[in-house]
C-alpha cells in the first residue's frame, strides 16, 4: 500500500539545522511532485517547499526561502527538506506530500520545535 512516512524531527535550538526525511513506498516514486507543508494547532496548513517529479524545479514560500532546501533521490525514493536557520515559528509539525494528476498521497507527519 501507499505509504510516506517522515523522520527527522525534533527539538532544536533558535539558528539550529534539522534535516526532516520522507520515505515513500507502494506507488511510482518518481511520477510524482513532491511537497512539504506544516501546520500549527489551530492554523491552516502551510505550503513550504516543492520539487518537481525529475528535481528540475523547486520553489519555496517567502517565510523559508534561503533557509530550507528541498531535495530528492529518486533511486531511494525520499525527499528531503534540510532547514537551516531555524526560528522559533518555525515550530510546527512537518508533512509530506505526494502529488500527480488527480492522486495525493500524505505522510503522518513529523515534530518540528524550535525553543530554547
Known amino acids: 500500500q501507499v505509504q510516506l512516512v517522515e523522520s527527522g524531527g525534533g527539538l532544536v535550538q533558535p539558528g539550529g539545522s534539522l534535516r526532516l526525511s520522507c520515505a515513500a513506498s507502494?506507488?511510482?516514486?518518481?511520477?510524482?511532485?513532491m511537497t512539504w507543508y506544516r501546520q500549527v494547532p489551530g492554523k491552516q496548513r502551510e505550503w513550504i517547499a516543492e520539487?518537481?517529479?525529475?528535481?528540475?524545479?523547486?520553489n519555496y514560500a517567502n517565510s523559508v526561502k534561503g533557509r530550507f532546501t528541498i531535495s530528492r533521490d529518486n533511486a531511494k525514493n525520499t525527499v528531503t527538506l534540510q532547514m537551516n536557520s531555524l526560528k522559533p515559528d518555525d515550530t510546527a509539525v512537518y508533512y509530506c506530500?505526494?502529488?500527480?494528476?488527480?492522486?495525493?498521497?500524505w505522510g503522518q507527519g513529523t515534530q518540528v520545535t524550535v525553543s530554547s
Open positions: 506530500k505526494a502529488s500527480r494528476a488527480q492522486d495525493n498521497f
Open positions: 507502494g506507488f511510482t516514486f518518481s511520477d510524482y511532485g
Open positions: 520539487i518537481s517529479s525529475s528535481a528540475v524545479i523547486t
